[in-house]
């Protein structure tokens, strides 16, 4: 089973310096929408049999072309949405910097727990819940293996990939993932490989190369292709 996990393209207050959160009614920005339209694409002719998404509108946004286009409705999973920044919400990012917290974020996410809002590690448990339910769902749905889409936000997908290359919580700002950026993880019975991080390129078909392998086995001395 394989996910490509898709960040939401450039919204309103990416460009404006703000942590937008779960603030209703942020929308994409010019740039964010041709991110939206260029996924039909990216994505090709790859079989992509189900989309998943966060509730909110960036995110709604991001997926409304690909999913009209694959003839697919999109799946609003509240467990996907955006971190819980409580009071920090809304807040100029070069101002939050500023407050002790943030070192805590930087360096020791696991301990964080944002004001008002939630912790990280409890948003890397419901993320990585619901991408493995939805993997286990969907092959048993379609009996086998699944290409399907997720899409979130930055520090979900950061905590979801950290948890595929078994990294503890705390290395996960060593994870990008740009707006409009794919990353792809697929599930074994062994283990998650995960086949592409901040992948921004014109075609993601390359990447998925590896996804025909069914074996939960790594490669001894490195892969062939």
């Not at 948890?163 to 707006?179: E, I, K, Y």
Request: charged fraction near 20%; proline fraction near 4%; glycine fraction near 10%.
């Amino acid at each position: 089973m394989t996910v490509i996990v898709l960040r939401h393209g450039r919204s309103t207050s990416n460009t404006a310096g703000v942590l937008a959160g779960r603030s209703d009614g942020v929308d994409l920005d010019d740039r964010g929408h041709e991110q939206a339209v260029g996924l039909i694409d990216r994505i090709g002719e790859l079989p992509i049999q189900a989309v998943v998404c966060s509730p909110l509108l960036r995110c709604r946004r991001t997926v409304e072309p690909l999913a009209e286009a694959l003839c697919l409705e999109p799946l609003i999973d509240d467990r996907l949405s955006e971190v819980d920044y409580g009071e920090w919400t809304g807040r100029n990012i070069g101002d939050l910097a500023k407050e002790p917290l943030w070192q805590v974020v930087q360096a020791h996410p696991s301990a964080a727990v944002f004001p008002g809002g939630e912790g990280l590690a409890q948003v890397q448990a419901r993320a990585v819940a619901a991408i493995r339910e939805h993997d286990r769902r969907l092959a048993l749905q379609h009996g086998g293996d699944t290409l399907w889409i997720a899409c979130t936000h930055g520090d979900v997908i950061k905590a979801v990939i950290a948890d595929a290359f078994g990294m503890h919580l705390d290395s996960f700002q060593r994870v990008t993932a740009d707006p409009g950026s794919v990353s792809v993880i697929r599930y074994t019975q062994l283990r998650p490989f995960v086949l592409h991080v901040n992948h921004t390129g014109a075609r993601l078909s390359s990447a998925l190369r590896a996804a025909t392998k069914p074996s939960g086995d790594a490669v001894v001395g490195g892969s062939a292709d």
